[in-house]
């Protein structure tokens, strides 16, 4: 139980499925699963929750929401972002042009922080959510804690991507200075916002314990 | 339909890999962590419910010291322009993007509003020994709330802001940013310290 103790990659002792037993994913409670009819639940009686023994269609709504991010993640990259334009000159940036004048200003903290809150972050969110996807439809045994950590790590990074639409938000309040300067938001943003919702949902219709389900069913 | 006998009331399973654990008692400050896979399991911080919500009424008065006062301005040839959270959800509104200020007032102002009355509705009743029919919702709402409130992104977003802006003109920090920095980190501290679990002893307890 403690964390400590490293159990290595071998699954052991009983899981709530195993045992025949329910989750609540809201109050932690266990119930035992009992036969309902079809398209009902039954629920928690603590906090009324129903209860599931996975997500729901977790495979099926993460691969449609990672899909969509993916074809959105194009025209959030193409399109530019915002055109800073001061006394009647400027030209449109697109995130990774916008990744590079930071890199020519010399703030190069800021580029790097940039270019991994904007760039790193969705590549990765996608690819590692595909990589999750295939390894579980696969039935693949390979290093599930890993996996698991993966899991994890995207649930948490996915928030930093709004670092340039905040940015953003605060560029176009503080420059509507009229003729002198003006910042006009573009169509990149919206789809960058786009691929960051539908990025977030998809990490939360994923069931992480369906990497475990396979191995155990294969054991 | 009724949980399981007490014996079973002292089993948890690891919501990232199902593994069943028998729970036992933790020093404050302390975690248990999943066997397998090394999930946090659960962690019982003592005091939760008056810690939660003594911290939840600081981080609401930040949340209104933040929004009524700016965070930065910025001059140029003598014009000087404020801003605010909701100034940019304004400008992004009259800009026509419409899902992105939505989005953004989502983010930096509802969902950390929210989830600071959602605390103190949480804490508040049964810091006063009460367990009121809502908590459940509230709770549910709570949850579902919180990987939508990004104050500390949104601190980020404003440094990256005054760094592009620096060699256009003068930037000015307000008094609503170091409100926002005190608020970034009380928020961590009071969502560290609620412990959904009393919530449910609580309620458990009042049947
Ligand atoms: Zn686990």
Same mark, same amino acid.
């Given at each position: 139980m403690s964390s400590t103790t490293d159990h290595s990659m071998t699954p052991m002792g009983p899981t709530a499925r195993s045992l025949g037993l329910l989750n609540c994913h809201v109050c932690r409670r266990l119930y035992p @699963?009992?036969?309902?009819? @079809?398209? =009902? =639940?039954?629920?928690?009686?603590?906090? &009324? @929750?129903?209860? =599931?023994?996975? &997500?729901?269609?977790?495979? @099926?709504r993460t691969w449609a929401l990672v899909i969509a991010a993916m074809l959105l993640y194009l025209p959030a990259n193409i399109f530019p972002i915002m055109s800073v334009v001061i006394s009647g000159r400027g030209e449109p940036d697109t995130i990774l042009s916008g990744v590079v004048a930071l890199m020519n200003a010399d703030a190069m903290v800021i580029a790097i922080l940039i270019f991994f809150a904007s760039i790193t972050v969705p590549m990765l969110k996608l690819c590692g959510l595909t990589f999750l996807l295939i390894s579980v439809q696969r039935r693949s045994h390979w290093r599930p804690k890993d996996r698991t950590r993966l899991y994890r790590l995207i649930e948490v990074i996915g928030r930093w991507s709004m670092i340039d639409m905040f940015m953003l938000s605060i560029l176009v309040a503080l420059v509507k200075l009229g003729a002198v300067a003006t910042i006009e938001p573009g169509i990149g943003a919206t789809s960058f916002a786009a691929v960051v919702v539908l990025t977030m949902f998809a990490a939360e219709s994923f069931d992480p314990r369906l990497i475990w389900d396979s191995i155990e069913e294969d054991r | 339909m009724t949980g399981l006998a007490s014996q079973a009331h002292a089993l948890i399973a690891c919501q990232d890999c199902d593994l069943i654990h028998e729970k036992r008692a933790i020093p404050d400050g302390h975690k248990a962590n999943c066997a397998r896979c090394g999930s946090l399991l659960y962690c019982h911080p003592h005091n939760s419910i008056q810690r939660t919500f003594a911290l939840a009424m600081a981080c609401l008065v930040l949340f209104l010291v933040a929004n009524l006062s700016h965070f930065m301005s910025f001059s140029l040839h003598g014009r000087v322009q404020e801003a605010h959270i909701l100034t940019g959800v304004l400008e992004l509104y009259r800009g026509g993007l419409m899902g992105l200020a939505l989005l953004v007032f989502l983010t930096s102002f509802l969902a950390p509003l929210m989830n600071i009355l959602l605390l103190l509705a949480l804490a508040g009743p049964i810091y006063f020994g009460k367990a009121p029919r809502y908590l459940p919702v509230a709770f549910r709402l709570y949850e579902g709330l919180c990987p939508w409130a990004m104050v500390s992104v949104y601190l980020l977003g404003v440094f990256v802001a005054i760094v592009k802006l620096a060699d256009l003109a003068s930037t000015p920090i307000g008094l609503g940013f170091y409100a926002l920095i005190a608020l970034m980190?009380?928020?961590?501290?009071?969502q560290a310290r609620f412990d959904p679990e009393s919530l449910w002893k609580a309620i458990e307890s009042r049947r």
């Open positions: @699963a009992r036969e309902t009819p @079809a398209g =009902h =639940h039954l629920h928690c009686s603590l906090c &009324k @929750a129903s209860l =599931h023994r996975r &997500k729901s269609n977790s495979l @099926a | 980190l009380l928020m961590t501290a009071t």
